[in-house]
C-alpha cells in the first residue's frame, strides 16, 4: 500500500516493498527587520514569512524489497536540478505548493559482498518552494 510519496520516490508497506519515512519535523519561521534609531529603542518590523521546512529519514532496504542506491541517485539528481517535488502522505498535500531538496546525510549501514549498499538510511531537509 502506498501511503505517499516525494516526487516519484513512493513511500510504501506492502508483502514485497518497505519504504517508510520517519522522524519527520515540519517548523516554520518569521522575518524581523531590527532599526536602530538614535538613543532610543530599536525597532523591530514584521517582513514576511520565510519558508518552511520538512525533515525526515528514510529507511531503504533491498531486503525489504528496494535498490537503496537507485533512490539515492534520485534523491542526488532531484537536490541537484532544484527540482520543485510534491510531498504527499496519505491523501494530504503538504505546504502551500511544492519542496525543494536543500540537502541529506546518507548513512550507509550493510552492504554485499560485491560492496553494493544493501540498506540505508537517508536524512532529508526539505524547504518549501512558492509559487510566484
Known amino acids: ?63 525489504l524489497g528496494v535498490s537503496p542506491m537507485a533512490d539515492v541517485v534520485k534523491i542526488w539528481d532531484y537536490e541537484r536540478s532544484g ?13 502551500k505548493y511544492r519542496w525543494v531538496i536543500k540537502s541529506h546525510k546518507i548513512k550507509m549501514q550493510t552492504f554485499d559482498g560485491h560492496g553494493n549498499l544493501t540498506s540505508a538510511t537517508v536524512s532529508l531537509s526539505l524547504t518549501e518552494y512558492t509559487e510566484r
Not at 23 to 49: I, Q
Open 1 to 63: 500500500m502506498q501511503i505517499g510519496c516525494l516526487g516519484d520516490i513512493a513511500f510504501q508497506v506492502s508483502a514485497d516493498t518497505v519504504r517508510t519515512i520517519s522522524d519527520m519535523t515540519w517548523s516554520g519561521s518569521a522575518n524581523y527587520a531590527t532599526h536602530s534609531r538614535h538613543l532610543t529603542d530599536a525597532l523591530v518590523e514584521f517582513t514576511g514569512l520565510a519558508p518552511d521546512a520538512i525533515s525526515f529519514d528514510v529507511t531503504l532496504s533491498a531486503y
Open 83 to 95: 527540482r520543485a517535488l510534491q510531498l504527499v502522505l496519505g491523501s494530504k498535500a503538504y505546504g
